[in-house]
């Protein structure tokens, strides 16, 4: 079949939109009142930003300054149960990108449901979104749906949920090629580098990608985005086993610079976290007991935090009982360090020998554990 590839071939380019500039997004959902509230959460050049407004009468309002096109999650709290029940709990939950836009959302009932109006920027994404088979929330919502039409007794079986899981992992697979197919056929398109992008993923195929950014536009490739596309291109050749580790050098909890070079002759587990990922949090008890066994032998944990809030990283150290070295340049996911590394998804780590060099990446749990005592139970 025919890859419909050529819809978006004539989006509008990112460098259009290099000045700050301001944008509203305003909307109408049912009668919904206090204590009902919206949160906005969107990345601009690599930086976090996040604002809320209460709901009147049905009506909410926000505005501010953006840099150029950003990614962004909109959630709408009905019931007054915070934000992070807004996200993950209460369904109602929206992920999209804008620009110098006046955007309207209105629905009888939800933000899940509303028609989006006024942005150019937000209809391109649209368009490009039914191009690739929909987003990783229509794709999970699916797998959700597929694994419901079985019984009781099939939702038990590992093999049935098997099965099901293979289907939804396909369902990614093929939308990730046809996000590559876009991303050939529309060099020259924001929406072309964002497909790329996420094609990527984590463990970027250099020889896939690699010849697809360098065809893409250069004011496309200079954008924030695409600055991080190339170092995560990058990390793959200096990040990989038996590769001297890349060196850098963060503040401490104290304000105090701290560099890995100071580390050598130790073997250091650098570990990418952050005080919200609930996976890094749920590890850091085995890291705990881990390093009470190995530390005396030449042992240490450095973790570069990728917050930027530094009372919740702070608090999260505290609260976790992590004795070790903690570093963060409070950039979020603009963290110097994680994008040297070419970190796009946390919990992430990399296991350095006494030498320097990287011995394993993405060590945890029992993996971990193994490979500890293999190195100083000899």
């Not at 009470?292 to 009982?321: H, M, N, P, R, T």
Request: glycine share 8%; with cysteine.
């Amino acid at each position: 079949m025919k890859l419909k590839v050529t819809l978006l071939a004539a989006l509008f380019p990112v460098w259009a939109m290099a000045q700050t500039t301001g944008f509203t997004l305003s909307g109408k959902i049912g009668q919904l009142n206090k204590p009902a509230k919206v949160y906005l959460d969107y990345m601009d050049n690599g930086v976090s930003h996040e604002d809320s407004a209460l709901v009147v009468n049905g009506v909410f309002s926000m505005s501010g300054k953006v840099s150029g096109i950003v990614t962004a999650r909109m959630a709408l709290d009905h019931g007054g149960n915070g934000k992070p029940y807004a996200i993950y709990k209460g369904g109602d939950a929206i992920y999209f990108y804008f620009g110098k836009d006046k955007i309207a959302f209105t629905s009888a009932d939800s933000l899940i449901n509303a028609k989006v109006d006024g942005s150019k920027v937000y209809d391109e994404f649209a368009a490009y979104n039914k191009t690739i088979g929909g987003s990783m929330m229509e794709l999970t919502k699916a797998a959700n749906i597929d694994f419901a039409r079985g019984t009781q007794e099939e939702q038990k079986d590992t093999a049935y949920i098997n099965r099901v899981n293979a289907r939804f992992r396909q369902s990614i697979a093929n939308r990730a090629q046809k996000q590559l197919a876009f991303a050939r056929a529309n060099p020259k398109s924001y929406f072309g580098l964002v497909a790329l992008s996420e094609a990527a993923g984590t463990k970027v195929d250099v020889a896939v990608v690699q010849p697809l950014y360098h065809a893409l536009d250069a004011r496309l490739q200079a954008t924030d985005v695409g600055k991080e596309l190339a170092q995560r291109i990058k990390a793959v050749g200096i990040t990989t086993v038996g590769s001297v580790a890349p060196l850098f050098t963060q503040n401490d909890v104290n304000g105090k610079p701290l560099s890995l070079a100071s580390l050598k002759g130790k073997v250091v587990l650098v570990d990418f976290w952050a005080s919200w990922c609930s996976p890094c949090r749920a590890e850091n008890p085995n890291l705990t007991k881990q390093y009470q066994l190995y530390k005396d032998k030449g042992f240490e944990i450095l973790s570069v935090s990728l917050d930027s809030d530094k009372q919740k990283w702070l608090q999260a150290i505290k609260a976790d009982g992590m004795p070790w070295l903690h570093v963060s340049d409070l950039k979020g996911w603009n963290n110097d360090a994680g994008r040297m590394y070419g970190i796009r998804a946390v919990p992430a780590c990399y296991l350095i020998g006494t030498d320097g060099k990287i011995i394993a990446n993405d060590v945890r749990g029992e993996t971990l554990n193994t490979k500890l005592a293999e190195i100083f139970n000899k």
